[in-house]
C-alpha cells in the first residue's frame, strides 16, 4: 500500500516536500501524488517538474481543478486526471496520507 | 472496506478549500465511507449562518447523508459564533480534545489549511 | 443488565505517533498558530507530536520575527519545545541565509537534515502540514 500525498501549495514547496519522502523511496515504499487547486499547474507540460519525474512518482490532478485553470490542453502524458472518487480509492489504497494543501 | 476520514478546515470561507472538502466528502459517502468534517480557528467561520448559501445547502445535504459536521468550541468563541442559534442545523460543538481523539480514530486524516 | 468495569488498557489510549510539520510564511500566521495549538492538545491527549518547522516557516523561529511579543505564541512556542522539542530543517535554514544563532535560544530548536527529516515522515502514523 502507499503513501499517498495531496499537494496544492506552489512550487518551491513541492521541492522540500518531495525531499522529506526520501526515506520511503529508500524503503521501497510507493508514493502517489494528488494535486489540486494551483498546484494543478504543476500538471502542465509547460513546466514539468524534473523532480517528479526522477523521482517517478505516480501523479494525479484533480479533474474539477484542472477544468477550472484551464489546463486540459497543456497536461503532461504521465499525469492521470481524476474525479473525487477516483480520489477516494487512492485513499482507500494508501497506507497513510500526507496533505499539503 | 468502510473507512472513517476525518477532514480538518483551517482556513476562512471563500478560498476554495471548504469546496474540496465537500466534494471528496461526497465521494466518499457515496462509498459508504464515513466522514468527519472538523473546523478550528478561521475554518470555524464555515459553521455560521451566514455563510455563502450554495456552500450551507450542499453540507445540509451531505449532513442529512451522514456527514459529522463538527466545530471547534473555542475558535466559535473567538469568533463570536458560541450561539447555537448563529451556527448552520447540524453543527456539533465540540473541542480540540476531540479533534486528536478523532485523528487517532480515523483511517485517514487530511488537513486544509 | 451486568455492567463490566473496563480494564485500564481499554480506556481510550491514543495509538498513533505524529508529525506537525510547519510550513507556512508568516501571511498565514493563523494557521500556523492553529497548528501549533493542534500540538498542544495533541499533548494533553498524551499523543507527543514530533514538531519540524521548514520552508518558510523557519522565520518564525527567528530572534527578530513579529510575532516575537504576542505572548500566547511566545507561550505556546516555549511549552511545545519544552514538552516536545522543535526541529527546523537544515536546508530551510540554508535557502534564507539563516543560522541555527539566528534563532530564538530559549526554543533550543534542533537542526535536522533532509534525511533526518524524511524518517520522521516515515515513522509517523500521522501527518499533519500547516
Known amino acids: 500500500m502507499s503513501l499517498l500525498v495531496v499537494f496544492g501549495g506552489p512550487k518551491k514547496e513541492l521541492r522540500t516536500l518531495l525531499t522529506l519522502l526520501s526515506e520511503e523511496y529508500a524503503r521501497g515504499e510507493k508514493v502517489k501524488l494528488v494535486l489540486v487547486h494551483q498546484a494543478c499547474r504543476l500538471a502542465s507540460d509547460k513546466t514539468p517538474d524534473q523532480m517528479l519525474k526522477d523521482l517517478n512518482v505516480e501523479t494525479y490532478a484533480v479533474e ?24 477516494v480509492k487512492l485513499l482507500e489504497e494508501s497506507r497513510k496520507v500526507l496533505s499539503w494543501v | 472496506m468502510h473507512l472513517k476520514l476525518l477532514l480538518v ?44 448559501e450554495s456552500m450551507a445547502l450542499k453540507m445540509k445535504q451531505l449532513v442529512e447523508r451522514g456527514m459529522q459536521l463538527v466545530a471547534c468550541r473555542e475558535s466559535l468563541r473567538q469568533k463570536g459564533l458560541h450561539h447555537e442559534e448563529r451556527l448552520l442545523e447540524g453543527v456539533r460543538i465540540s473541542s ?3 479533534m486528536v481523539d478523532l485523528m487517532d480514530s480515523s483511517d485517514k486524516t487530511l488537513v486544509f489549511d | 443488565m451486568t455492567r463490566r468495569l473496563c480494564s485500564i488498557e481499554e480506556v481510550n489510549t491514543i495509538t498513533k505517533s505524529a508529525l506537525i510539520i510547519i510550513k507556512s510564511s508568516e501571511s498565514k500566521s493563523k494557521e500556523t498558530f492553529e497548528g501549533l495549538r493542534i500540538a498542544m492538545s495533541m499533548i494533553g491527549m498524551d499523543m507527543m507530536p514530533k514538531l519540524l518547522f521548514c520552508d518558510e516557516a523557519v522565520s518564525f523561529l527567528w530572534k527578530d520575527n513579529k510575532h516575537r511579543n504576542d505572548e500566547k505564541y511566545a507561550h505556546y512556542l516555549e511549552t511545545l519545545a519544552e514538552m516536545a522539542g522543535i526541529k527546523v530543517l537544515s536546508t530551510s535554514l540554508e535557502d534564507r541565509h539563516l543560522l541555527l544563532c539566528d534563532l530564538i535560544e530559549s526554543l533550543n530548536p534542533q537542526v535536522i537534515s533532509p534525511s533526518q527529516a524524511s524518517k520522521l515522515v516515515s515513522e509517523s502514523d500521522l501527518i499533519l502540514a500547516v
Open chain 2, 96 to 98: 480540540l480534545a476531540e
Open chain 1, 64 to 87: 474539477e481543478d484542472i477544468k477550472e485553470q484551464d489546463l486540459s490542453p497543456h497536461l503532461a502524458e504521465e499525469v492521470r486526471v481524476i474525479d473525487y472518487d477516483g480520489w
Open chain 2, 9 to 52: 478546515i483551517l482556513t476562512p470561507p471563500h478560498d476554495g478549500h471548504l469546496k474540496t472538502a465537500l466534494n471528496l466528502s461526497e465521494a466518499a459517502l457515496r462509498k459508504g465511507h464515513g466522514v468527519i468534517v472538523f473546523m478550528t480557528g478561521d475554518g470555524a467561520l464555515h459553521a455560521a449562518q451566514d455563510m455563502a
